[in-house]
Protein backbone atom coordinates (compact mmCIF):
# COMPACT_ATOMS: atom_id res chain seq x y z
CA UNK A 1 0.00 0.00 0.00
CA UNK A 2 2.40 3.03 -1.25
CA UNK A 3 2.49 5.52 1.43
CA UNK A 4 1.01 3.41 4.06
CA UNK A 5 4.04 2.10 5.34
CA UNK A 6 4.23 2.98 8.92
CA UNK A 7 8.02 2.81 8.79
CA UNK A 8 10.18 -0.19 9.81
CA UNK A 9 12.36 -0.20 12.95
CA UNK A 10 15.28 -2.34 12.63
CA UNK A 11 17.31 -2.98 16.02
CA UNK A 12 20.79 -5.20 17.09
CA UNK A 13 19.76 -6.81 20.19
CA UNK A 14 17.56 -4.32 21.70
CA UNK A 15 16.95 -5.70 24.42
CA UNK A 16 13.72 -4.37 26.14
CA UNK A 17 12.35 -4.81 29.36
CA UNK A 18 8.78 -5.51 29.71
CA UNK A 19 7.29 -4.84 33.46
CA UNK A 20 5.48 -7.63 34.47
CA UNK A 21 3.68 -10.53 32.72
CA UNK A 22 1.85 -11.16 36.17
CA UNK A 23 4.53 -10.82 38.46
CA UNK A 24 7.03 -12.25 35.52
CA UNK A 25 9.28 -9.74 33.90
CA UNK A 26 9.58 -10.36 30.18
CA UNK A 27 12.63 -8.72 28.50
CA UNK A 28 12.38 -8.55 24.69
CA UNK A 29 15.33 -9.00 23.01
CA UNK A 30 14.76 -7.63 19.61
CA UNK A 31 17.26 -8.84 17.28
CA UNK A 32 17.60 -7.45 13.43
CA UNK A 33 13.49 -6.76 14.18
CA UNK A 34 10.90 -5.39 11.50
CA UNK A 35 7.88 -3.65 13.18
CA UNK A 36 5.59 -2.75 10.88
CA UNK A 37 2.45 -1.19 11.60
CA UNK A 38 -1.28 -2.81 11.76
CA UNK A 39 -3.21 -4.95 9.70
CA UNK A 40 -5.40 -7.84 9.73
CA UNK A 41 -6.60 -11.18 8.25
CA UNK A 42 -9.28 -13.68 8.27
CA UNK A 43 -7.54 -17.67 8.71
CA UNK A 44 -9.47 -20.19 9.58
CA UNK A 45 -7.93 -21.16 13.12
CA UNK A 46 -10.07 -22.12 16.44
CA UNK A 47 -8.28 -18.79 18.31
CA UNK A 48 -7.65 -15.46 18.12
CA UNK A 49 -4.14 -15.30 18.13
CA UNK A 50 -2.99 -12.25 19.74
CA UNK A 51 -0.17 -9.57 19.83
CA UNK A 52 2.66 -9.82 17.58
CA UNK A 53 6.09 -8.87 18.77
CA UNK A 54 7.96 -9.06 15.60
CA UNK A 55 11.21 -11.50 15.81
CA UNK A 56 11.44 -10.34 19.05
CA UNK A 57 12.47 -12.90 21.93
CA UNK A 58 10.47 -12.97 24.55
CA UNK A 59 12.10 -14.37 28.39
CA UNK A 60 9.72 -16.34 30.93
CA UNK A 61 11.53 -16.48 33.46
CA UNK A 62 9.85 -18.26 36.00
CA UNK A 63 9.43 -21.31 33.92
CA UNK A 64 11.18 -23.92 35.85
CA UNK A 65 11.29 -26.21 33.59
CA UNK A 66 13.87 -24.48 31.49
CA UNK A 67 11.00 -24.33 28.17
CA UNK A 68 7.62 -23.39 27.81
CA UNK A 69 5.82 -26.83 28.25
CA UNK A 70 4.69 -28.05 24.72
CA UNK A 71 1.15 -29.43 24.10
CA UNK A 72 1.19 -32.42 21.36
CA UNK A 73 4.81 -33.54 22.38
CA UNK A 74 3.38 -36.97 22.26
CA UNK A 75 2.56 -36.24 18.05
CA UNK A 76 6.56 -36.68 18.43
CA UNK A 77 8.56 -34.49 15.71
CA UNK A 78 7.67 -31.51 14.53
CA UNK A 79 5.75 -32.54 10.93
CA UNK A 80 3.64 -34.74 12.87
CA UNK A 81 2.90 -32.42 15.08
CA UNK A 82 2.32 -30.26 12.50
CA UNK A 83 0.05 -32.73 10.95
CA UNK A 84 -1.60 -32.89 14.08
CA UNK A 85 -2.72 -29.69 13.88
CA UNK A 86 -3.66 -28.84 10.29
CA UNK A 87 -6.47 -31.76 11.15
CA UNK A 88 -7.43 -31.37 14.70
CA UNK A 89 -6.64 -27.63 16.24
CA UNK A 90 -9.72 -26.87 17.23
CA UNK A 91 -9.96 -30.25 19.88
CA UNK A 92 -6.20 -30.13 20.23
CA UNK A 93 -6.29 -26.24 21.67
CA UNK A 94 -9.30 -27.35 23.76
CA UNK A 95 -7.58 -30.08 25.77
CA UNK A 96 -4.52 -27.50 26.07
CA UNK A 97 -7.31 -24.79 27.81
CA UNK A 98 -8.39 -27.41 30.63
CA UNK A 99 -4.69 -28.24 30.94
CA UNK A 100 -2.96 -24.71 30.47
CA UNK A 101 -5.93 -22.35 31.86
CA UNK A 102 -3.68 -20.24 33.51
CA UNK A 103 0.00 -21.11 32.22
CA UNK A 104 1.60 -19.98 29.14
CA UNK A 105 2.68 -23.27 26.94
CA UNK A 106 3.64 -23.82 23.42
CA UNK A 107 1.93 -25.58 20.41
CA UNK A 108 3.24 -26.57 16.82
CA UNK A 109 1.30 -25.19 13.89
CA UNK A 110 1.77 -24.78 9.99
CA UNK A 111 3.08 -21.58 10.19
CA UNK A 112 6.00 -22.48 13.06
CA UNK A 113 5.79 -22.69 16.71
CA UNK A 114 3.44 -19.92 18.75
CA UNK A 115 3.41 -19.34 22.50
CA UNK A 116 -0.40 -19.41 24.03
CA UNK A 117 -0.69 -16.94 26.95
CA UNK A 118 -3.87 -17.01 28.87
CA UNK A 119 -6.46 -14.91 29.20
CA UNK A 120 -5.09 -13.25 32.49
CA UNK A 121 -2.46 -11.74 30.62
CA UNK A 122 -4.61 -10.36 27.61
CA UNK A 123 -4.80 -6.95 29.07
CA UNK A 124 -1.33 -6.88 30.01
CA UNK A 125 -0.50 -7.68 26.01
CA UNK A 126 -2.87 -5.06 24.29
CA UNK A 127 -1.49 -2.14 26.04
CA UNK A 128 2.14 -2.53 24.38
CA UNK A 129 2.63 -0.15 22.00
CA UNK A 130 2.60 -1.12 18.29
CA UNK A 131 6.80 -0.77 18.03
CA UNK A 132 6.74 -3.64 20.89
CA UNK A 133 4.20 -5.63 20.03
CA UNK A 134 1.91 -5.53 16.64
CA UNK A 135 0.47 -8.13 14.28
CA UNK A 136 2.05 -7.46 10.90
CA UNK A 137 4.86 -10.42 10.60
CA UNK A 138 2.78 -12.53 11.99
CA UNK A 139 0.12 -12.28 9.68
CA UNK A 140 1.90 -12.03 6.60
CA UNK A 141 3.12 -15.40 7.70
CA UNK A 142 -0.37 -16.55 7.67
CA UNK A 143 -1.15 -15.16 4.57
CA UNK A 144 1.88 -15.79 2.91
CA UNK A 145 1.75 -12.33 2.02
CA UNK A 146 5.07 -12.89 0.01
CA UNK A 147 3.48 -15.01 -2.31
CA UNK A 148 -0.02 -13.99 -2.53
CA UNK A 149 0.56 -9.91 -2.19
CA UNK A 150 -1.98 -10.31 0.42
CA UNK A 151 -0.88 -7.04 2.37
CA UNK A 152 -1.49 -6.71 6.04
CA UNK A 153 -1.43 -3.29 6.14
CA UNK A 154 -4.71 -1.85 7.02
CA UNK A 155 -4.31 1.57 8.15
CA UNK A 156 -6.18 3.52 5.35
CA UNK A 157 -8.61 0.47 5.05
CA UNK A 158 -9.43 1.35 8.84
CA UNK A 159 -9.69 5.03 8.26
CA UNK A 160 -12.09 4.62 5.78
CA UNK A 161 -13.89 2.34 7.36
CA UNK A 162 -14.20 4.66 11.04
CA UNK A 163 -13.85 7.88 9.24
CA UNK A 164 -16.67 7.53 6.59
CA UNK A 165 -18.64 4.09 6.66
CA UNK A 166 -19.33 3.69 10.22
CA UNK A 167 -20.23 6.98 10.79
CA UNK A 168 -22.28 7.44 8.22
CA UNK A 169 -24.02 4.65 9.00
CA UNK A 170 -27.36 6.05 10.42
CA UNK A 171 -27.51 7.91 7.02
CA UNK A 172 -26.91 5.11 4.41
CA UNK A 173 -29.11 2.26 6.72
CA UNK A 174 -31.98 3.34 4.51
CA UNK A 175 -30.51 2.70 1.12
CA UNK A 176 -29.07 -0.44 2.56
CA UNK A 177 -32.55 -1.14 3.77
CA UNK A 178 -33.85 -1.32 0.30
CA UNK A 179 -31.34 -2.74 -1.17
CA UNK A 180 -31.82 -6.18 0.89
CA UNK A 181 -35.52 -5.91 0.74
CA UNK A 182 -34.48 -5.92 -3.37
CA UNK A 183 -32.21 -8.37 -3.37
CA UNK A 184 -33.67 -10.93 -0.82
CA UNK A 185 -36.81 -11.06 -3.48
CA UNK A 186 -34.26 -11.52 -7.09
CA UNK A 187 -31.92 -13.93 -4.91
CA UNK A 188 -33.91 -16.23 -2.95
CA UNK A 189 -37.19 -18.36 -4.21
CA UNK A 190 -40.29 -16.93 -4.51
CA UNK A 191 -41.80 -20.22 -4.21
CA UNK A 192 -45.49 -20.83 -2.50
CA UNK A 193 -44.12 -24.68 -1.83
CA UNK A 194 -41.12 -25.97 0.26
CA UNK A 195 -37.82 -25.24 -1.48
CA UNK A 196 -34.43 -26.48 -1.44
CA UNK A 197 -31.24 -23.79 -1.81
CA UNK A 198 -28.26 -23.61 -1.34
CA UNK A 199 -28.45 -20.93 1.39
CA UNK A 200 -24.67 -20.27 1.99
CA UNK A 201 -24.47 -19.35 -2.41
CA UNK A 202 -27.57 -17.65 -1.72
CA UNK A 203 -26.18 -15.25 1.37
CA UNK A 204 -23.23 -14.81 -0.46
CA UNK A 205 -24.78 -13.22 -3.28
CA UNK A 206 -27.05 -11.13 -1.66
CA UNK A 207 -24.65 -10.21 0.59
CA UNK A 208 -22.21 -8.89 -2.39
CA UNK A 209 -24.98 -6.89 -4.08
CA UNK A 210 -25.81 -5.26 -0.83
CA UNK A 211 -21.92 -4.18 0.12
CA UNK A 212 -21.47 -3.28 -3.41
CA UNK A 213 -23.86 -1.08 -3.35
CA UNK A 214 -22.18 0.54 -0.49
CA UNK A 215 -18.38 -0.47 -1.69
CA UNK A 216 -18.72 1.11 -5.48
CA UNK A 217 -22.17 1.76 -5.43
CA UNK A 218 -24.87 0.70 -8.74
CA UNK A 219 -24.64 -0.30 -11.40
CA UNK A 220 -21.15 -2.00 -10.59
CA UNK A 221 -22.98 -3.98 -7.82
CA UNK A 222 -25.14 -5.99 -9.96
CA UNK A 223 -22.37 -6.85 -12.40
CA UNK A 224 -21.87 -10.14 -13.04
CA UNK A 225 -18.13 -9.74 -12.79
CA UNK A 226 -18.06 -7.86 -9.91
CA UNK A 227 -20.24 -10.53 -8.39
CA UNK A 228 -18.18 -12.91 -8.85
CA UNK A 229 -14.82 -11.23 -8.12
CA UNK A 230 -16.55 -10.36 -4.77
CA UNK A 231 -18.20 -14.15 -3.93
CA UNK A 232 -15.00 -15.87 -4.76
CA UNK A 233 -12.29 -13.81 -4.00
CA UNK A 234 -11.75 -14.23 -0.43
CA UNK A 235 -12.43 -18.23 -0.83
CA UNK A 236 -9.64 -18.19 -3.62
CA UNK A 237 -7.32 -16.73 -1.61
CA UNK A 238 -8.05 -19.00 1.23
CA UNK A 239 -7.29 -22.06 -1.41
CA UNK A 240 -4.24 -20.91 -2.63
CA UNK A 241 -2.57 -20.07 1.47
CA UNK A 242 -4.23 -23.48 2.12
CA UNK A 243 -2.63 -25.45 -1.25
CA UNK A 244 0.73 -23.67 -0.19
CA UNK A 245 0.90 -24.50 3.51
CA UNK A 246 1.08 -27.97 2.98
CA UNK A 247 4.59 -27.94 1.82
CA UNK A 248 7.28 -26.69 3.78
CA UNK A 249 8.10 -23.25 4.59
CA UNK A 250 11.26 -23.53 3.06
CA UNK A 251 9.71 -24.59 -0.08
CA UNK A 252 7.09 -22.61 -0.73
CA UNK A 253 8.95 -19.46 -2.70
CA UNK A 254 9.83 -22.29 -5.26
CA UNK A 255 6.11 -24.31 -5.25
CA UNK A 256 3.90 -20.67 -5.68
CA UNK A 257 5.23 -21.13 -9.35
CA UNK A 258 3.82 -24.81 -9.71
CA UNK A 259 0.38 -23.84 -8.02
CA UNK A 260 -2.61 -23.09 -9.79
CA UNK A 261 -4.52 -21.08 -7.22
CA UNK A 262 -1.70 -18.62 -6.70
CA UNK A 263 -2.75 -17.69 -10.16
CA UNK A 264 -5.88 -17.90 -10.00
CA UNK A 265 -5.77 -14.97 -7.37
CA UNK A 266 -3.13 -12.55 -9.00
CA UNK A 267 -5.35 -12.37 -11.75
CA UNK A 268 -7.84 -10.84 -9.55
CA UNK A 269 -5.75 -7.32 -8.92
CA UNK A 270 -5.53 -6.51 -12.54
CA UNK A 271 -9.08 -7.45 -13.18
CA UNK A 272 -10.79 -5.09 -10.01
CA UNK A 273 -8.56 -2.87 -11.45
CA UNK A 274 -9.61 -2.95 -14.78
CA UNK A 275 -12.92 -3.12 -13.43
CA UNK A 276 -12.89 0.36 -11.08
CA UNK A 277 -10.22 2.24 -13.02
CA UNK A 278 -13.04 3.68 -15.33
CA UNK A 279 -15.54 4.87 -12.41
CA UNK A 280 -12.17 6.03 -10.26
CA UNK A 281 -11.99 8.29 -13.72
CA UNK A 282 -15.66 9.89 -13.51
CA UNK A 283 -15.33 9.86 -9.79
CA UNK A 284 -11.86 12.18 -10.09
CA UNK A 285 -13.70 14.26 -12.79
CA UNK A 286 -17.05 14.99 -10.73
CA UNK A 287 -14.39 15.75 -7.58
CA UNK A 288 -12.51 18.18 -10.48
CA UNK A 289 -15.92 19.70 -11.40
CA UNK A 290 -16.98 20.40 -7.22
CA UNK A 291 -19.96 17.75 -8.19
CA UNK A 292 -20.58 15.94 -4.42
CA UNK A 293 -19.50 12.68 -4.73
CA UNK A 294 -22.00 9.35 -4.21
CA UNK A 295 -21.67 7.95 -0.62
CA UNK A 296 -19.86 4.70 -1.40
CA UNK A 297 -16.44 3.61 -0.10
CA UNK A 298 -14.85 4.30 -3.80
CA UNK A 299 -15.64 7.75 -3.55
CA UNK A 300 -14.47 8.26 0.03
CA UNK A 301 -11.19 6.41 -1.59
CA UNK A 302 -10.74 8.98 -4.19
CA UNK A 303 -11.54 12.09 -1.61
CA UNK A 304 -8.44 10.90 0.33
CA UNK A 305 -6.49 8.94 -1.92
CA UNK A 306 -4.11 12.38 -2.05
CA UNK A 307 -3.76 12.10 1.86
CA UNK A 308 -2.79 8.62 2.14
CA UNK A 309 -1.06 8.57 -1.25
CA UNK A 310 -3.10 5.71 -2.61
CA UNK A 311 -2.56 5.48 -6.57
CA UNK A 312 -5.27 3.62 -8.21
CA UNK A 313 -3.52 0.23 -7.50
CA UNK A 314 -3.98 0.85 -4.39
CA UNK A 315 -7.37 1.32 -4.69
CA UNK A 316 -8.54 -1.43 -6.22
CA UNK A 317 -6.57 -3.36 -3.83
CA UNK A 318 -7.97 -1.90 -1.23
CA UNK A 319 -11.24 -2.65 -2.51
CA UNK A 320 -10.55 -6.15 -2.90
CA UNK A 321 -9.15 -6.56 0.47
CA UNK A 322 -12.92 -4.79 2.01
CA UNK A 323 -14.20 -7.59 -0.31
CA UNK A 324 -12.22 -10.35 1.72
CA UNK A 325 -12.99 -8.94 5.00
CA UNK A 326 -16.36 -8.53 5.38
CA UNK A 327 -18.19 -11.04 2.36
CA UNK A 328 -16.73 -14.70 3.47
CA UNK A 329 -17.36 -13.77 7.22
CA UNK A 330 -20.38 -12.29 7.03
CA UNK A 331 -22.17 -14.74 4.94
CA UNK A 332 -20.59 -17.56 7.27
CA UNK A 333 -22.04 -15.86 10.09
CA UNK A 334 -25.72 -15.20 8.42
CA UNK A 335 -25.54 -19.27 7.18
CA UNK A 336 -24.96 -20.12 10.97
CA UNK A 337 -27.69 -17.92 12.25
CA UNK A 338 -30.14 -18.92 9.34
CA UNK A 339 -28.89 -22.98 10.39
CA UNK A 340 -29.28 -21.78 14.38
CA UNK A 341 -33.02 -20.98 13.91
CA UNK A 342 -34.13 -23.63 11.99
CA UNK A 343 -32.52 -25.74 14.75
CA UNK A 344 -34.26 -23.54 17.58
CA UNK A 345 -37.19 -22.06 15.98
CA UNK A 346 -39.31 -21.83 19.42
CA UNK A 347 -38.04 -18.13 19.45
CA UNK A 348 -38.85 -17.23 15.89
CA UNK A 349 -42.56 -15.71 16.92
CA UNK A 350 -40.83 -14.02 19.38
CA UNK A 351 -38.19 -12.70 17.23
CA UNK A 352 -40.89 -11.74 14.59
CA UNK A 353 -43.02 -9.93 17.35
CA UNK A 354 -39.57 -8.01 18.29
CA UNK A 355 -39.13 -6.70 14.75
CA UNK A 356 -42.49 -6.04 14.20
CA UNK A 357 -43.15 -4.01 17.39
CA UNK A 358 -39.71 -2.04 16.95
CA UNK A 359 -40.86 -1.09 12.95
CA UNK A 360 -43.90 0.47 14.44
CA UNK A 361 -42.02 2.28 17.04
CA UNK A 362 -40.54 3.56 14.25
CA UNK A 363 -42.64 3.98 11.73
CA UNK A 364 -41.77 1.04 9.71
CA UNK A 365 -38.17 2.55 9.01
CA UNK A 366 -35.41 0.01 9.63
CA UNK A 367 -33.24 2.97 10.98
CA UNK A 368 -30.11 2.66 13.20
CA UNK A 369 -32.12 3.11 16.19
CA UNK A 370 -34.76 0.57 15.00
CA UNK A 371 -31.89 -2.34 14.86
CA UNK A 372 -30.43 -1.36 18.27
CA UNK A 373 -33.81 -1.67 19.42
CA UNK A 374 -33.53 -5.46 18.04
CA UNK A 375 -32.13 -6.79 21.47
CA UNK A 376 -33.88 -10.58 21.31
CA UNK A 377 -32.31 -10.39 17.55
CA UNK A 378 -28.79 -8.89 18.76
CA UNK A 379 -29.09 -11.86 21.60
CA UNK A 380 -29.56 -14.33 19.39
CA UNK A 381 -26.56 -13.16 16.97
CA UNK A 382 -24.39 -13.12 19.89
CA UNK A 383 -25.35 -16.60 20.78
CA UNK A 384 -25.13 -18.17 17.19
CA UNK A 385 -21.25 -16.48 16.76
CA UNK A 386 -20.42 -18.44 20.68
CA UNK A 387 -21.58 -21.51 19.58
CA UNK A 388 -19.65 -20.96 15.63
CA UNK A 389 -17.26 -18.62 16.30
CA UNK A 390 -15.86 -16.63 13.28
CA UNK A 391 -12.74 -17.21 11.38
CA UNK A 392 -9.70 -15.03 13.19
CA UNK A 393 -6.82 -13.15 12.78
CA UNK A 394 -3.42 -13.99 13.85
CA UNK A 395 -1.17 -11.30 15.40
CA UNK A 396 1.55 -12.22 16.75
CA UNK A 397 5.11 -13.10 16.28
CA UNK A 398 7.62 -13.92 18.50
CA UNK A 399 10.96 -16.27 18.90
CA UNK A 400 10.98 -17.27 22.80
CA UNK A 401 12.93 -18.12 25.57
CA UNK A 402 13.15 -18.68 29.10
CA UNK A 403 15.25 -17.78 31.59
CA UNK A 404 17.46 -21.10 31.32
CA UNK A 405 18.02 -19.90 28.06
CA UNK A 406 15.66 -21.81 26.10
CA UNK A 407 14.70 -19.83 22.83
CA UNK A 408 11.52 -20.76 20.45
CA UNK A 409 12.06 -20.31 16.64
CA UNK A 410 12.02 -17.05 15.05
CA UNK A 411 9.08 -16.06 14.39
CA UNK A 412 6.55 -18.06 16.39
CA UNK A 413 3.26 -15.91 17.10
CA UNK A 414 1.57 -15.10 20.51
CA UNK A 415 -2.12 -16.19 21.05
CA UNK A 416 -4.71 -16.40 23.67
CA UNK A 417 -7.82 -18.54 23.59
CA UNK A 418 -10.83 -17.92 22.26
CA UNK A 419 -13.23 -20.92 21.37
CA UNK A 420 -12.31 -22.50 24.89
CA UNK A 421 -13.49 -19.20 26.06
CA UNK A 422 -16.54 -18.89 25.19
CA UNK A 423 -17.28 -22.51 26.08
CA UNK A 424 -16.00 -21.81 29.36
CA UNK A 425 -18.85 -22.14 31.88
CA UNK A 426 -17.30 -19.62 34.51
CA UNK A 427 -18.19 -17.29 31.91
CA UNK A 428 -21.16 -18.81 30.16
CA UNK A 429 -23.21 -21.07 32.19
CA UNK A 430 -24.42 -23.80 30.81
CA UNK A 431 -22.34 -23.38 27.84
CA UNK A 432 -23.28 -26.05 25.56
CA UNK A 433 -26.56 -24.94 25.76
CA UNK A 434 -27.66 -22.47 22.83
CA UNK A 435 -29.71 -20.07 24.70
CA UNK A 436 -31.11 -17.59 22.36
CA UNK A 437 -32.68 -15.36 24.98
CA UNK A 438 -29.14 -15.64 27.11
CA UNK A 439 -27.86 -12.24 25.95
CA UNK A 440 -30.71 -10.52 26.28
CA UNK A 441 -32.07 -11.19 29.91
CA UNK A 442 -28.28 -10.50 30.47
CA UNK A 443 -28.88 -7.06 29.18
CA UNK A 444 -31.95 -6.60 31.19
CA UNK A 445 -30.35 -7.37 34.07
CA UNK A 446 -32.83 -10.70 34.25
CA UNK A 447 -29.71 -12.93 34.75
CA UNK A 448 -26.76 -12.05 37.02
CA UNK A 449 -23.91 -11.47 34.97
CA UNK A 450 -20.97 -14.32 35.66
CA UNK A 451 -18.27 -12.18 33.74
CA UNK A 452 -19.29 -8.89 36.02
CA UNK A 453 -18.89 -6.10 33.65
CA UNK A 454 -19.66 -2.65 34.60
CA UNK A 455 -22.21 -2.44 32.51
CA UNK A 456 -24.57 -5.27 30.87
CA UNK A 457 -24.80 -3.32 27.28
CA UNK A 458 -21.26 -5.26 26.82
CA UNK A 459 -23.24 -8.12 25.76
CA UNK A 460 -24.12 -6.56 22.79
CA UNK A 461 -22.93 -8.74 19.10
CA UNK A 462 -20.60 -5.47 18.46
CA UNK A 463 -18.77 -5.32 21.94
CA UNK A 464 -15.38 -6.82 21.33
CA UNK A 465 -14.51 -8.40 25.40
CA UNK A 466 -11.21 -10.56 26.13
CA UNK A 467 -14.18 -13.18 26.43
CA UNK A 468 -15.90 -12.44 23.56
CA UNK A 469 -13.40 -12.20 21.04
CA UNK A 470 -15.35 -13.18 17.49
CA UNK A 471 -14.66 -9.67 16.18
CA UNK A 472 -10.87 -9.61 17.56
CA UNK A 473 -9.64 -7.39 20.20
CA UNK A 474 -7.89 -4.60 20.98
CA UNK A 475 -6.53 -1.84 18.79
CA UNK A 476 -6.88 -4.22 15.34
CA UNK A 477 -10.35 -5.54 16.73
CA UNK A 478 -12.56 -5.61 13.46
CA UNK A 479 -13.72 -2.02 12.93
CA UNK A 480 -16.05 -3.34 10.10
CA UNK A 481 -18.39 -4.85 12.90
CA UNK A 482 -20.97 -2.30 13.21
CA UNK A 483 -21.20 -1.59 9.23
CA UNK A 484 -21.80 -6.24 9.15
CA UNK A 485 -24.11 -5.96 12.05
CA UNK A 486 -26.10 -3.60 10.62
CA UNK A 487 -26.58 -5.54 7.24
CA UNK A 488 -26.52 -8.76 9.56
CA UNK A 489 -29.91 -7.59 10.95
CA UNK A 490 -31.23 -6.10 7.99
CA UNK A 491 -31.20 -9.14 6.19
CA UNK A 492 -32.30 -11.64 9.03
CA UNK A 493 -34.82 -8.91 10.13
CA UNK A 494 -36.37 -9.57 6.11
CA UNK A 495 -35.93 -13.34 6.03
CA UNK A 496 -38.09 -13.50 9.42
CA UNK A 497 -40.62 -10.96 7.80
CA UNK A 498 -41.37 -12.61 4.43
CA UNK A 499 -40.52 -15.88 4.97
CA UNK A 500 -41.87 -19.23 6.52
CA UNK A 501 -44.40 -16.84 8.27
CA UNK A 502 -47.14 -19.09 9.90
CA UNK A 503 -46.21 -22.45 10.62
CA UNK A 504 -42.73 -23.72 12.45
CA UNK A 505 -40.78 -25.51 9.21
CA UNK A 506 -38.08 -24.06 9.88
CA UNK A 507 -37.04 -26.65 12.01
CA UNK A 508 -38.65 -29.54 9.85
CA UNK A 509 -36.48 -32.68 9.24
CA UNK A 510 -35.83 -31.48 5.39
CA UNK A 511 -34.47 -28.99 6.56
CA UNK A 512 -32.32 -30.43 9.67
CA UNK A 513 -31.27 -33.46 7.10
CA UNK A 514 -30.27 -30.70 4.62
CA UNK A 515 -27.98 -29.16 6.81
CA UNK A 516 -24.57 -31.30 5.65
CA UNK A 517 -25.54 -30.34 2.50
CA UNK A 518 -25.25 -26.67 2.98
CA UNK A 519 -29.46 -26.64 1.87
CA UNK A 520 -32.04 -25.23 3.53
CA UNK A 521 -35.87 -25.70 2.93
CA UNK A 522 -37.41 -21.90 2.86
CA UNK A 523 -41.14 -20.78 1.53
CA UNK A 524 -41.35 -17.28 0.89
CA UNK A 525 -45.10 -16.18 2.93
C1 LIG B 1 -19.48 -10.95 10.68
C2 LIG B 1 -18.56 -10.31 9.99
C3 LIG B 1 -17.15 -10.09 10.42
C4 LIG B 1 -16.40 -10.77 11.32
C5 LIG B 1 -16.80 -11.98 12.15
C6 LIG B 1 -15.11 -10.13 11.38
C7 LIG B 1 -14.08 -10.53 12.20
C8 LIG B 1 -12.86 -9.90 12.26
C9 LIG B 1 -11.78 -10.30 13.11
C10 LIG B 1 -11.82 -11.47 14.09
C11 LIG B 1 -10.76 -9.47 12.89
C12 LIG B 1 -9.39 -9.52 13.49
C13 LIG B 1 -9.25 -8.55 14.58
C14 LIG B 1 -7.87 -8.63 15.10
O1 LIG B 1 -6.89 -8.74 14.32
O2 LIG B 1 -7.78 -8.59 16.30
C15 LIG B 1 -11.17 -8.52 11.88
C16 LIG B 1 -10.37 -7.52 11.39
C17 LIG B 1 -10.75 -6.67 10.40
N1 LIG B 1 -11.98 -6.60 9.80
FE1 LIG B 1 -13.57 -7.75 10.22
N2 LIG B 1 -15.09 -9.07 10.52
C18 LIG B 1 -16.32 -9.01 9.91
C19 LIG B 1 -16.74 -8.09 8.98
C20 LIG B 1 -15.96 -7.08 8.47
C21 LIG B 1 -16.40 -6.11 7.51
C22 LIG B 1 -17.81 -6.03 6.92
C23 LIG B 1 -15.34 -5.30 7.24
C24 LIG B 1 -15.27 -4.12 6.33
C25 LIG B 1 -16.24 -3.26 6.16
C26 LIG B 1 -14.24 -5.76 8.06
C27 LIG B 1 -12.99 -5.19 8.07
C28 LIG B 1 -11.95 -5.61 8.87
C29 LIG B 1 -10.63 -4.99 8.86
C30 LIG B 1 -10.15 -3.84 7.96
C31 LIG B 1 -9.89 -5.65 9.82
C32 LIG B 1 -8.42 -5.38 10.20
C33 LIG B 1 -8.33 -4.45 11.38
C34 LIG B 1 -6.89 -4.16 11.78
O3 LIG B 1 -6.02 -4.96 11.50
O4 LIG B 1 -6.66 -3.11 12.41
N3 LIG B 1 -14.65 -6.84 8.79
N4 LIG B 1 -12.45 -8.81 11.53
Redesign the pocket.
Known amino acids: MAGMQQGYAYADSLILLVPQFEGHLIAMDILNSEVSA???T?VSATF?LLLTIATAKLLFPSNPGGSLPLHGAEYGISPRRVLQYMYNAQSMYLEAYSKFRNTVYRITTADGEKVVVPLKYVEELRSKPEEEIN?AKALEKVFETKITGLTTE?HF??HL?RAD?TKKLPQIIGRLAEEVERSVRTELPQAETWTSININERVSRVLAIVSGNVLVGPPLCYDEEYLHAAMNYSKDISAAIRALKIWPRFMRPTVQHFTPQVGVIRKYRGKAKKMLEPLIKELRSMRAKGNPLPDTMLAWMVEKAEQFQADDDELANTQLI?IM??IH??TM?ITHILYDLAAYPECVEDLRDEINAVLAENNGVMSAQALFQMKLLDSFLLESQRHNP????D?SSSPSRSRTGHRSRQGSSIETPHIAVTKDPEFYPDPETFDPYRFYRLRKGETPDPIGHKNTEQYQFVTVTKENM????????????F??AAE?KLLLARILLEYDRQDARWSGGAALCQRRRGELLYCRY
Open positions: SHFLVNTLNILLAGTRTPAFSMGFGYGRHACPGRFAI
